[in-house]
């Protein structure tokens, strides 16, 4: 897209230059719309799960906003002569329940015959134009919270291989469909500066976008990053998706990696994830309550990471032991 004219506009609040999680336009002085749409390959088998997890990733794109998600739209390719219909309305089935989980209404959708089964949600959402989280106002002094465990880009690889387990399957599913909505409530009661969520890029590639946009030096005590740790075994195996080594080798000019870092971790920072969770930028001084209060609403795996040392330039990570 950057190579093509995208017209800019005074109602358009965030657009296609800051990689952030969606668009934001503004309708009135205290109503803004927050759009996005996110779709995918199966990363699981099972194709009830498949669509949760396709659902809740296209969702978290407007919590991420600091928005709340109104109404949904399925976007679905399948190979409609070739596979049982009973597949496709399973993985249906599964984005509903997740739709309707989130309070969302499903509004309409459109479906394409195609070889490779693909799902997703274009979602809108509303926020009040003052109080929309882009990945560009992060503070000096802030903490950063991370809400889910890393490593499901490394599971979604045991998986393709035939090689995961019952329980690692499990644990993907668990992490991956869960909706980052209980998150966003919690965020909505303290003084948030920034707000993204980890997908493809992996903590450390989004977290460095956070950096870039806001200015930022970021610290990152990588022993503190939650980990699944079926994912470290499969790690340990080499089984690095592919997206990972882009990560890391994309990053690298811009990232200082303390030399004593195991591998292994790096590898999970840098890890592909999918409907990864919110990385939640606020003042020190209320990280520990916003933590405790996430804990409390069932983000159990929620986590203080790093934080917001300096102003920068071009904006940059530290990763440390
Ligand atoms: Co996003
Ligand atoms: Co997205
Ligand atoms: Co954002």
Redesign the pocket.
């Known amino acids: 897209m950057a190579q093509l004219p995208i017209q800019k506009h005074p109602n358009l609040l965030v657009g296609y230059e800051t990689s952030?999680?969606?668009g934001v336009y503004k309708i009135t002085e205290d109503l803004a719309l927050i759009q996005?749409l996110?779709f995918f390959t199966p990363i699981v088998d099972d194709p009830y799960a498949f669509g949760q997890i396709a659902a809740a990733n296209a969702l978290?794109?407007v919590y991420?906003m600091g928005g709340q998600p109104l109404t949904a739209m399925n976007i679905v390719c399948f190979p409609i002569k070739d596979m049982p219909k009973e597949i496709l309305k399973e993985i249906l089935r599964g984005g509903l329940d997740k739709i309707h989980e989130a309070g969302v209404i499903l509004v309409g959708g459109h479906s394409v015959d195609d070889p490779e089964i693909k799902y997703g949600l274009s979602v809108t959402g509303i926020v009040h134009p003052d109080r929309i989280l882009t990945n560009k106002n992060a503070q000096v002094g802030d903490a950063l919270i991370l809400t889910k465990p890393l490593g499901t880009g490394v599971l979604a690889t045991a998986v393709k291989g035939n090689l995961a387990s019952k329980e690692a399957i499990k644990k993907l599913i668990e992490v991956t469909a869960t909706l980052n909505a209980k998150a966003a409530e919690v965020m909505r009661s303290f003084h948030v500066h920034a707000c993204?969520?980890?997908?493809g890029f992996g903590l450390a590639g989004?977290l460095l976008e956070l950096a870039r946009a806001s200015k930022k030096e970021i610290l990152l005590w990588s022993h503190k990053v939650p980990i699944i740790t079926e994912a470290l075994d499969y790690a340990t195996m080499g089984l690095i998706p592919a997206g990972s080594y882009a990560n890391k080798y994309f990053c690298e000019s811009l990232v200082e990696i303390a030399p004593n870092i195991p591998t292994l971790t790096l590898d999970m920072l840098f890890d592909a994830q999918t409907s990864g969770g919110l990385i939640i930028s606020l003042p020190e001084a209320e990280a520990t309550e916003c933590l405790q209060k996430l804990h409390l609403e069932g983000v159990e795996e929620a986590t203080i990471i790093g934080q917001v040392v300096s102003n920068h330039d071009h904006g940059r990570i530290k990763i440390e032991p």
Not at 196 to 199: G, L
Request: glycine fraction near 0%.
């Open positions: 952030d999680d969606a996005t996110d978290s794109d991420a993204t969520d980890v997908t989004h």
